[in-house]
Nanobody, 119 residues
Framework: QLQASGGGLVQAGGSLKLSCTTSGRIFSSHIMGWFRQAPGKEREFVAAIRWGARRTYYSDSVKGRFTISRDNVNTVVLQMNSLKPEDTAVYYC???????????????WGQGTLVTVSS
């Protein structure tokens, strides 16, 4: 199981930190990803990290503002800075093994946490 937390309401330009904790250990072969879904839109890729290599990947819309990182053996963190109203969405963490950009390749999902950015 994955448990996401840290969402909330923030003004534009502010910061939030999301955390996702798994019930078991995350192994080096795993990919941990963050996706988001705004009302009326499809779920989209935000960021991912290859756990063993610690290599990170970002969508163009968040590159330079968001940072994904490992916190410990079973927690992944998404630090979100310089937030914009268009970042408003439900954010989901996910665990996968292969194509990190394709949400269909992720096997396990957290319940989602709402991020609201006011203008």
């Amino acid at each position: 199981q994955l448990q996401a937390s840290g969402g909330g309401l923030v003004q534009a330009g502010g910061s939030l930190k999301l955390s996702c904790t798994t019930s078991g250990r995350i192994f080096s072969s795993h990919i941990m990803g963050w996706f988001r879904q705004a009302p009326g839109k499809e779920r989209e890729f935000v960021a991912a990290i290859r756990w063993g290599a610690r290599r990170t990947y970002y969508s163009d819309s968040v590159k330079g503002r968001f940072t994904i990182s490992r916190d410990n053996v079973n927690t992944v963190v998404l630090q979100m800075n310089s937030l914009k109203p268009e970042d408003t969405a439900v954010y989901y963490c996910a665990l996968g093994f292969s194509d990190l950009y394709d949400r269909r390749q992720y096997n396990y999902w957290g319940q989602g946490t709402l991020v609201t950015v006011s203008s």
